[in-house]
C-alpha cells in the first residue's frame, strides 16, 4: 500500500470517529445531562465536543503512526522479496550442472535474462535454432564476440 493511500486511509478513519464523537455528543439530554427545562446544557455540549476532537485527534495520531510503521515494513518486506529474487537469479557457479541456458531449448524469456541480451536479440537467437555449440551464435551473426564472452559461460546448446 502506498504512504498516500495509508494516509488518506487514516484521515478517513480519524474522520469517521471524530464525526461518530460529535454525534454521540449531540444525541440529546440523556448523554449529555439537561438543563431545568428539558434542553441540552450549551456548556456541556461544547465541552463534550472538545474532549472528543481531543480524543479523535489522539486516535488519529495513533492510527498514523501504526499506518507508517506497516507501510514501512511492507516496503521492507518488499525489498527482501526483490532482493531474494535476484539472489536467487544470481546464485550458482557459472558452468554448474543445470544452471547454464540452453539455447537451442530455453524461452525468449529466460534467454533475455542473461547480461546485455535484449528481449528482440533473444526472438533472434529463438529464430536461429537450432545450435550445434554455443559459439555457432557469433558465427552465424546473432552475437557479437563481445557478446558471446559476457554470457559464454552460462550457456550451452544441447
Given amino acids: 500500500m502506498t504512504d498516500r493511500r495509508m494516509a488518506g486511509w487514516v484521515l478517513e478513519i480519524a474522520t469517521m470517529c471524530l464525526l ?7 444525541i440529546g439530554c440523556t448523554l449529555l445531562g439537561c438543563t431545568g427545562n428539558g434542553k441540552p446544557n450549551e456548556e456541556q455540549i461544547r465541552q463534550k465536543s472538545a474532549e472528543a476532537t481531543r480524543q479523535a485527534q489522539i486516535d488519529a495520531k495513533k492510527l498514523a503512526a501504526s499506518a507508517k510503521v506497516a507501510a514501512g515494513n511492507a516496503v521492507a518486506g518488499a525489498n527482501a522479496v526483490a532482493q531474494g529474487v535476484k539472489d536467487g537469479m544470481n546464485s550458482g557457479k557459472p558452468g554448474e550442472t543445470g544452471r547454464l541456458v540452453d539455447m537451442n531449448s530455453a524461452s525468449t524469456a529466460r534467454i533475455a535474462m542473461l547480461q546485455g541480451i535484449s528481449v528482440s536479440k533473444a526472438q533472434e537467437i529463438v529464430k536461429g535454432r537450432p545450435y550445434s555449440d554455443p ?3 557469433v558465427e552465424r551473426g546473432i552475437l557479437t564476440e563481445k557478446q558471446y564472452d559476457r554470457i559464454s559461460n552460462q550457456i550451452t546448446a544441447k
Avoid: T, V
Fill in 135 to 137: 559459439h555457432a551464435l
Fill in 20 to 26: 461518530g464523537f460529535l454525534a454521540l455528543s449531540l
